[in-house]
Structure formats: C-alpha cells, structure tokens
C-alpha cells in the first residue's frame, strides 16, 4: 500500500494546534502534527481517530509525510521559541515550501522572518488566529498576512474551517509584509479594552448598586439578546452563572483580582505611541491590568484612604439603562480607536488594508465578535476610504442615541467613588475628537517659551518663534 501523504502539518499540539488539525480533518483534509511532548502526540491521535490524522515526535518525519510543495504551521509560544523552530525546520524543506506562523508574534519579528525566508526560497506568510479553543475546533477567524501566493495555495484549507457569517468564511487576505500579525495584535487591543469596559460594568453593579451573582447574570443574558450582543457579553452572563461544582460559591468570587496578560495590548499601545495614533480607552485598559498587580499596595492603600464608595444616587431601572447606553457608547469608542490605528498604519507601513474587510472576518469566530460590527461592516463598505469611523452617519446616530447615559453613568460613578478608568476615557477621547478648538495652543506657547521649539499662527504661513520674557509691562 502507498504510504499515506498529509495536507498540511502543525508544529505544536497545544489546545490551538490540535483543535485546528482536528477541524481541518472533519473537513476532509489528512492533516500531520507534531510535538515533543509524547502524550500531546497520542492525545492528538486520540481524538481523531477515525479521521485522517497522524501524529509525530520527530520532525523529520512529520515533514516527509507531506504532500508538495509542504505546508507547517508553528503554533508555538512568540519570540525566540518561533525562530528556534524555524532553525530546526528550514534544513528540512525545499524551495517552494510553506511555513506559516498561527502564533501572536510581533509583528516587527514576522518582517524579519518574512524577508530571511524569502531569501531561501521559502514561502512565508505571518497567520493572526481568533477564537480561542472552541473557534479553532469550530471555525476561528483568521487573519493571514504576507506571501498571497503561499496564501492562495491553501485558501481551500482555510476557508473551509473558519467561522462562516451568513456563508461567508471569516478569513481573508490580509495584505503585504506583516499585517496579519498586526492586524491580530489590534484586535487583540481592542479585546483588552473590550475586557476592560465590561469589567468596570461589573465594578457599577457591585459597589454601585450591591447587585448580587445571580442579578448579574439576568442582566448581561438580556444585555446579550440586545444590540450589545456579542462574545464577551455571552462569556461574561456565564461566568455570572458558574458556581463551583457541589458548591453554592460563585467561582467567580473566589478568582484573585490581579489580571495577567501575553503582550498583545501592551504592543498596541506602543505602535500606536509610535504612529502618534490616540487609542486611549485601550491604553488605559493595559494599565489598569497593570494596576491590579499591585494589590499589595491597593490593600495599604485602602486602609489609608478607605475603600467603601457610596451607592450611586440615582433610580435603579435609570441606572441600569443609563448603563447599557454607557458600555454600548465605549464600545463603539474602542473599536473606532483600533481601526484608526489600523487605517493610519496601513499608510505608514504599505500594508493596504481593506477595513471592510477585517470588519466582516470579526463578525464571526473571533474574540471581539459582536453585532455592532455588522454596522461596522457597512461604513467601511459603502465609504472604504473612511478617514474615522465616528465620521459615518450611521455610527454618529448610535454615539448621539447614547452619549447622554455614558455622561451620566462617569459623572454618577465618580461621584461616589467608584473607578471607570476605560469609560472616562472613551468619554473624554470623544469630547475631544468633536473639540474644533482644543487648548493646545497654550501647550505649544509654553514648549515655545521653554524650549524655543517654535508655533504656527492661525491663517499665516510659517512658523515662529518668541522670546516670552521678560514680559512687557509686568514686573
């Protein structure tokens, strides 16, 4: 009998790496994977049986089993694990082969790779991958960016295991160099300041209103059949409703509050730093993850200063929906914040990204799915050279619709006490992006003052500069 050739291999059979394999087989496509670990590899063989899969603990072997020209992917931890593997690999494999990376890496270190690989004759294309353990089994959202030959070689594989919108697979060519990778690190922003919003929600309803688990829940499940719908309301109603097994504890009490974090936000907000892009609703969401890993201190703190804010003077039922409208506002802030980043890096970078496009990839199978990004979807769609989303029509009706119960949620929260870091922001992003006049003129008098680094006057060409003192007529 022949020997049996595999469609695609996988380099890592962690959670991600083994459920992508899996869905690729019920699709019909013999698919190889290979780890160190023996129990990952008989797991892995576990699971599939009955489908068209084999599993390796040597390298080689795996490599040599697949059908021409060969396709890997490398999900494994970003950073030097990344190029440690692709060492291992390169001597394995000839010209015309395909190696994608399905890991978060950064995206500068995609561009090296990227440019090292195509020296040898190696495709190579950077894979941004969403949805975690159910959407790799079920259809993940995928962002794939670099080599569109390489890409197009396997586009049958992969639109036949993403999500699907309305039949739609959610994948697409992402476009040149790196941008898959960036455009999965944003997303993944935009996920950090997502979190961040529904957790300051949950501070609301605590502290604010002394709301208990079980209330909690009631609201997000209704939240969640509304225009919030979205995976990270759906999440959170669950965890709202999960107590420990033989228990009547809320796991969710027991769970420190200290969040931890992989880097993505983290890059997000020192590209945008770089580009001079303003997200701040995600750079406060990363800082604040960063805050709660003092807790040491927040304990001093709270002995010092008190930690016990006061319920919020306002009617329950105007809270409650003052504060759907307040989370629906921020939301649309956070997303209109990464896709500015994105439209800006595109020109930047050259990556020509087609925004309506990564809109309608996110609606499904992704972290940051949600109904909003149907609206989303048809800004970018109808105008694809759409300078801001709050420029859209559409958009400006949502943001009106809502801004009067975001400034009534920050002003009553506040008030009382009680932190809304992410939800100020996004209030204060949008007063100040609708500012015709901001006070930053008074900012360059002073640098100009100080430092000499000079101004532009308002309807006069060219740029000057003062000596500010002495001042005439003071003393």
Same mark, same amino acid.
């Given at each position: ?320 929906? =003052? *504060? &759907?409208?307040? %989370?629906?506002?921020?939301? +649309?802030? @956070? ?8 439209? /800006? $890096? ?38 694809? =050279? *759409? &300078?801001?989303? %709050?420029?859209?029509?559409? +958009?400006? @009706? ?8 975001? /400034? $009534? ?67």
């Amino acid at each position: 009998m022949a020997e049996t050739k595999y469609n695609f291999g996988m380099i890592g059979l962690g959670t991600m790496g083994r459920n992508l394999l899996l869905n690729m087989a019920d699709h019909g496509f013999p698919v190889a994977g290979y780890d160190i670990n023996p129990d990952q590899v008989a797991g892995f063989e576990k699971e599939g049986e009955g489908k068209p899969v084999k599993g390796f603990t040597d390298l080689a072997a795996m490599t040599q089993s697949l059908t021409k020209p060969r396709a890997i992917m490398m999900l494994v931890p970003a950073g030097k694990p990344v190029d440690n593997v692709i060492d291992k690999l390169v001597p394995l494999l000839e010209p015309g082969d395909i190696i994608i990376d399905g890991g978060n890496s950064h995206f500068t270190d995609t561009d090296i790779r990227d440019k090292t690989l195509d020296s040898k004759g190696l495709h190579f294309f950077g894979m941004g991958i969403s949805g975690g353990e159910e959407g790799a089994r079920k259809g993940p959202s995928m962002m794939p960016g670099g080599d569109k030959a390489a890409y197009l070689t396997l586009k049958p594989i992969f639109d036949a295991i993403a999500a699907k919108v309305d039949g739609v697979p959610c994948v697409t060519y992402i476009g040149p160099g790196a941008s898959g990778h960036f455009v999965k690190m944003v997303h993944n922003g935009i996920e950090y300041g997502l979190m961040q919003l529904i957790s300051e929600t949950y501070e609301v309803l605590r502290k604010g209103l002394k709301l208990d688990n079980e209330e909690i829940y009631e609201l997000f499940k209704t939240w969640n059949e509304g225009r919030l719908q979205s995976f990270l309301i759906e999440v959170t109603r669950d965890i709202f409703g999960f107590k420990e097994p033989d228990s009547d504890q809320y796991l969710i009490d027991l769970i420190k509050d200290q969040a931890k974090s992989k880097g993505t936000g983290k890059w997000t907000s020192q590209v945008a730093m770089d580009l001079e892009v303003p997200i701040p609703t995600i750079d406060m969401a990363v800082s604040m993850r960063n805050l709660s890993k003092y807790k040491v201190l927040r304990v001093k703190a709270a002995t010092v200063y008190g930690d016990e804010p006061s319920l919020l003077e306002i009617d329950k039922d105007t809270l409650l929906e =003052s *504060l &759907e409208q307040a %989370l629906y506002f921020s939301t +649309v802030m @956070t997303y209109a914040q990464g896709l500015d980043l994105l439209y /800006r $890096s595109s020109i930047s970078y050259g990556y020509t990204l087609n925004l309506a496009e990564i809109a309608k990839i996110w609606r499904g199978g992704c972290i940051i799915r949600a109904t909003l990004l149907n609206e989303i979807f048809n800004a970018y769609e109808k105008a694809p =050279s *759409l &300078e801001h989303l %709050l420029l859209d029509e559409s +958009v400006q @009706t949502l943001v009106n619709e809502t801004v009067p119960g975001m /400034r $009534s949620v920050v002003a009553s929260a506040l008030t009382a006490g009680i932190a809304l870091p992410a939800f100020a922001a996004s209030l204060t992003y949008f007063d100040a992006f609708r500012s015709e006049n901001m006070p930053s003129n008074l900012i360059q008098a002073q640098r100009d003052y100080f430092g000499a680094h000079t101004y532009e006057l308002i309807g006069k060409e060219g740029v000057f500069h003062t000596h500010w003192t002495p001042l005439p007529g003071k003393p």
